[in-house]
């Protein structure tokens, strides 16, 4: 066991000499199942492990940062650590699993020196549903600080097994488009096995391993850090934090190429880096990914409205953006008693400006709001769409959002975004901050993760950062395999952020032959977490649904206010409960090749009558039958079927 750990040697040499002083306290989570060590190897290098009742999960990992005029990766040594300290933390969010959350943890901040005695501060905080910790470098001697590399790693068993969405190499794709993390799942694979296209895995990354399941991201991100992923370590299990790709900067208008990796004159702060830590149902219900991102920032909530939107790209694509189709979705939306109607791009060329007042005036009048698109990029990829680099600068962004403010836009959806670097992460953030000052909801496509931003901006309501619908209407090689892509977004991408999936399709898809049965697409809806919901399926789909299935639709929360994992694994199938004032909304699917039974009880929900809507006979049919929470349920789901039931 090649290391020394700091606690370890004071207790040996308590054991030999007897001891004066109290020993420190060992950092645990408020119901002791969680257990941190932080250490300095024999090779002095900083260390971490944590157990879980009592069993090791995260084994020995490094810990470390290096800038450009300060290396805390080799020679260091814990100069001190704080007292235990509890958190706490009670904010609400209107974009989540849950409306009400309550965060406790116990923190502690050790000091790390090197051999010039510069100083690292290095904090973790370990609730009961997992372990986060940061970098902070206050050190006044240090000016500026400039990131060089992070040597941070998350060693798991080797016999764990992982669900991991590969980063896509930069500038490749559609219109050099990448990365947007957009690529199909490797679920199920042995820890150590090689991302399929050579550059690492993206957030969240989950694995399993024995009785225990991780699921590994960060959150907090400010601007003045890039956006990080995982690759492969050194050791059988091991995975390290890996910097953006060069190519992943922000361009200005000018031509002018911002910074790809973080930097600061004052403090220099990371990302928490979070490891959700638990059973299966402690990881579902975890909302780690936001307790540990910063509050919100001051802002006028009253044009904060989550919702459901129709959208007519998803099925018709192009030639559709036109007055008079997208008046016929907002008389749609109004018929669905939804919320939003979303035109897409080359809206400016198709409908332009004045229309669109008139389109927004005639939505107006039946209480539905309209969302237009934005295409992010200036010199960064290729993309022929418009709008296109009207929103580069501040002032830019500024008289866009302002005439958007005046016709009567209640949000923008922005597309093609070209990587993580930090001047990406600040042009995000920038973008977020200038929406929200224009009272304009957001809505982040081709796009990198969220990493708890719903939490800071309010009005960012959802973000793409998944292979969605799309894709499957394409080709039928995304097609295919969609039962069990979706089953692990459910358990991986979706775990804290909202994902902008834009589910269900009941009718038929262009030349693709749907594999999916209209149950599974209509449990979607209550799965899918989005702050708007952008649903696929257009009018002529819709109509053939029964008027049980389309009430449904209408009457669909747009807010949750609680969550309850009942069963499921990724990748094969999952069955989730969402609360919403008194009522209980549980779906499930099967992505299996074989039937599926299920088996659960309802007294979660209380006393409360309820419908059950699953399969007819036939892939596109519904059958509705009437429930009681008292009465324990057996469904049975063909393969890529699903249900829906509501408890009230």
């Given at each position: 066991m090649k290391k020394i750990g700091s606690y370890f040697v004071m207790l040996g040499a308590c054991v030999l000499a007897g001891c004066s002083k109290p020993m420190p306290d060992?950092?645990?989570?408020?119901?002791?199942?969680?257990?941190?060590?932080?250490?300095?190897?024999?090779q002095n290098t900083l260390a971490y492990a944590v157990d879980r009742a009592a069993q090791p999960v995260i084994l020995e990992s490094d810990l470390g940062l290096e800038l450009t005029a300060a290396d805390f990766t080799r020679g260091v040594a814990i100069e001190s650590q704080s007292s235990i300290t509890p958190v706490t933390d009670?904010?609400?969010?209107?974009?989540?699993?849950?409306?009400?959350?309550?965060?406790?943890a116990n923190e502690q901040t050790f000091v790390i020196n090197n051999a010039q005695q510069q100083k690292l501060n290095v904090t973790f905080r370990v609730s009961n549903d997992g372990v986060a910790f940061r970098y902070a470098v206050t050190d006044p001697v240090i000016a500026q600080k400039q990131f060089v590399k992070e040597t941070t790693s998350f060693n798991v068993a080797a016999t764990a097994k992982a669900w991991l969405q590969p980063m896509a190499v930069a500038q490749t794709g559609w219109s050099n488009t990448n990365p947007s993390y957009e690529e199909h799942y490797q679920s199920a694979v042995s820890a150590g096995t090689e991302s399929t296209l050579k550059q690492g895995w993206v957030f969240p990354?989950?694995?399993?391993?024995?009785?225990?399941?991780?699921?590994?991201?960060e959150t907090g991100m400010d601007g003045t850090w890039h956006g990080s992923h995982l690759q492969l370590g050194e050791k059988p299990g091991e995975y390290t934090i890996a910097p953006p790709q060069t190519p992943e900067v922000f361009i200005s208008g000018s031509g002018e190429k911002g910074a790809l990796l973080a930097n600061a004159s004052g403090t220099f702060e990371?990302?928490?880096?979070?490891?959700?830590?638990?059973?299966?149902?402690?990881?579902?219900?975890?909302?780690?990914?936001?307790?540990?991102a910063a509050p919100a920032i001051p802002v006028d909530y009253g044009f904060i409205k989550p919702g459901h939107s129709s959208w007519s790209w998803a099925i018709l694509k192009d030639d559709f953006t036109t007055f008079d189709v997208q008046k016929k979705f907002i008389d749609y939306a109004a018929d669905m008693h939804w919320d939003y109607t979303l035109i897409d791009a080359d809206w400016d060329k198709k409908i332009g400006y004045e229309k669109l007042q008139e389109l927004v005036d005639y939505a107006a009048e039946k209480n539905i709001g309209v969302l237009v698109w934005y295409n992010s990029s200036g010199d960064w990829n290729e993309t022929p769409y418009s709008p296109k680099s009207q929103l580069i600068t501040h002032e830019q962004r500024v008289a866009e959002f302002s005439r958007l403010q005046k016709i009567g836009v209640k949000g923008v959806k922005i597309d093609f975004?070209?990587?993580?670097g930090q001047s990406f992460m600040q042009y995000y953030i920038d973008i977020l901050q200038d929406a929200a000052a224009h009272h304009l909801l957001v809505n982040f496509h081709g796009a990198t993760l969220p990493r708890g931003w719903q939490r800071t901006y309010p009005n960012l309501m959802t973000m793409e950062s998944i292979k969605g619908f799309e894709f499957t209407t394409f080709s039928q090689a995304d097609q295919d395999p969609v039962a069990a892509h979706v089953v692990t977004a459910l358990f991986a991408r979706n775990l804290f952020d909202p994902m902008d999936y834009t589910p269900m399709a009941f009718g038929d898809i262009p030349n693709i032959k749907r594999v999916t049965e209209n149950s599974f697409e209509l449990a979607e809806s209550v799965l899918m977490i989005s702050g708007i919901q952008h649903f696929a399926e257009i009018p002529e789909g819709m109509a053939t649904a029964?008027?049980?299935?389309?009430?449904?639709?209408?009457?669909?929360?747009?807010e949750w206010d609680d969550v309850k994992f009942i069963d499921g694994y990724?990748?094969?199938?999952?069955?989730?409960?969402?609360?919403?004032?008194?009522?209980?909304?549980?779906?499930g699917i099967n992505a299996e090749a074989e039937n599926k039974i299920l088996n659960f009880d309802l007294n979660f929900a209380g006393d409360k009558p309820g419908i059950l809507i699953t399969s007819g006979d036939t892939e596109r049919s519904f059958v509705q039958q009437e429930i009681n929470s008292k009465t324990p349920q057996t469904i049975t789901l063909r393969p890529s079927a699903g249900f829906v039931m509501v408890l009230k």
């Open positions: 060992l950092l645990t989570s408020p119901d002791k199942q969680l257990h941190v060590k932080v250490f300095v190897t024999e009670d904010y609400s969010m209107r974009v989540g699993k849950k409306s009400k959350i309550a965060y406790r990354a989950l694995f399993n391993a024995a009785d225990h399941w991780l699921a590994i991201s990371s990302p928490w880096r979070i490891i959700a830590l638990g059973s299966l149902a402690q990881l579902m219900e975890s909302t780690l990914g936001t307790d540990l975004f070209g990587g993580d029964p008027e049980y299935v389309k009430d449904f639709l209408r009457e669909l929360p747009r990724p990748g094969k199938f999952v069955v989730l409960a969402r609360k919403a004032g008194d009522a209980w909304y549980i779906a």
